[in-house]
């Protein structure tokens, strides 16, 4: 589901601010960035933020900026990132330049082979352009995808070695 969508489905259930402060950080966009780009008043959006009511325009606003993020989004190479929660919360930027092209990572948490598989699956369904995931795990997401795996050793720079690798593979 876009990422658009999702708040306009939360109207429903009151979990609007929540959803909308999700895709914010998602989107790694600061509040008062998002109102210079939304042409919404910070003021509009900190009482949005906070629970407070507001106007039909003013929903058109964001969904119409979320929009905005999702094609830039779109328009990036995106590479999976297959491991374990606390390995994916030490990657700190989301967005890569690799020989004067970005990539986007998009991370998919997983604690088992069966995980791993399911992400992989999910992953190149999503339309990634390669995959970084743990050596144990690369031989068999390697049989069910069609595009570059590349493995993540645990040393220095380990990261960035294998994301320049399967950026050299697309």
């Not at 507001?54 to 999702?70: N, P, W």
């Not at 948490?109 to 992989?120: H, M, Q, R, Y």
């Not at 068999?140 to 399967?166: G, Q, W």
């Given at each position: ?5 999702r ?5 429903d ?54 929009k ?24 700190k ?20 082979l ?30 069910v ?26």
């Amino acid at each position: 589901m876009k990422a658009h969508e999702r708040p306009l489905l939360s109207l429903d259930s009151d979990k609007f601010t929540d959803e909308f402060k999700k895709i914010l950080l998602e989107l790694n966009i600061p509040l008062k960035e998002f109102s210079e780009i939304s042409d919404i008043p910070y003021s509009t959006l900190y009482k949005i933020v906070q629970g407070r009511d507001f106007r039909v325009s003013t929903l058109k606003k964001i969904i119409d900026t979320i929009k905005e993020f999702e094609k830039d989004k779109d328009e990036i190479d995106k590479i999976a990132v297959i491991a374990a929660r606390p390995s994916l919360n030490k990657i700190k930027t989301k967005i890569f330049s690799v020989k004067g092209k970005d990539y986007l990572l998009k991370e998919y948490p997983a604690n088992s082979l069966e995980d791993c598989i399911t992400a992989s699956i999910q992953a190149e369904r999503e339309g990634v352009k390669a995959i970084i995931c743990a050596p144990i795990v690369s031989s068999s997401i390697e049989k069910v995808v069609r595009v570059p795996v590349a493995v993540v050793i645990p040393e220095k720079d380990a990261f960035m070695n294998a994301l320049e690798i399967v950026a050299n593979k697309i």
